[in-house]
T-cell receptor, first 112, second 112 residues
């Protein structure tokens, strides 16, 4: 299984809502990543988990809260988002020291 | 800030023609990767070239790397409509964990 899955595919939320994005992989990868991508821009790294521990936080606002409950799952909890947070959120996984990343299809988030 | 710049930002060619995309990066690298992204979807790894390699082929793809100029190019030969996508180069930055940082990308359109 070389697939990274993400749910939901689309999410519309108000600024007062709390929601979560989910990511799952069964490739035995011990590094997982969240990226944010705005239209016509490259993906920007948000968080890196290595062996289920947060190793990089790219100064992401606290309204985004990542969680890695086990080696296969990665969550991104969302609270009090702003309209400018609307974007495609991509999850990826890899072996911790290998360069290739395997990306999920993304969650298209719209904040009203 | 992003690691690299790509040009052109957008490229439109006729089916069957060759497409060339260029990428420049800023820091020393061990390898450089190219990814493809179909509209609004996840990224797919295409090819990795190591810093001691000058050229690498994979099917209709040819990648070159010039470490003295900190630049790489991706050539797609005999383009097909299915090659329509955005193409990103990416390099690794070591900051504790490994950060994969993307160039600005080239949006390629293949016209039938």
């Amino acid at each position: 299984d070389t697939e990274v899955t993400q749910t939901p595919k689309h999410l519309v939320m108000g600024m007062t809502n709390k929601k979560s994005l989910k990511c799952e992989q069964h490739m035995g990868h011990r590094a997982m990543y969240w990226y944010k991508q705005k239209a016509k821009k490259p993906p920007e790294l948000m968080f890196v988990y290595s062996y289920e521990k947060l190793s990089i936080n790219e100064s992401v606002p606290s309204r985004f809260s990542p969680e890695c409950p086990n080696s296969s799952l990665l969550n991104l909890h969302l609270h009090a988002l702003q309209p400018e947070d609307s974007a495609l959120y991509l999850c990826a996984s890899s072996h911790p020291i290998r360069p290739l990343r395997y990306f999920g299809p993304g969650t298209r988030l719209t904040v009203l | 800030s992003q690691q690299g710049e790509e040009d052109p930002q957008a490229l439109s060619i006729q089916e069957g023609e060759n497409a060339t995309m260029n990428c420049s990066y800023k820091t020393s690298i061990n390898n450089l990767q190219w990814y493809r992204q179909n509209s609004g979807r996840g990224l797919v790894h295409l090819i990795l070239i190591r810093s001691n390699e000058r050229e690498k082929h994979s099917g209709r793809l040819r990648v070159t790397l010039d470490t003295s100029k900190k630049s790489s190019s991706l050539l797609i030969t005999a383009s097909r409509a299915a090659d329509t996508a955005s193409y990103f180069c990416a390099t690794l930055i070591i900051q504790g964990a490994q950060k994969l940082v993307f160039g600005q990308g080239t949006r390629l359109t293949i016209n039938p």
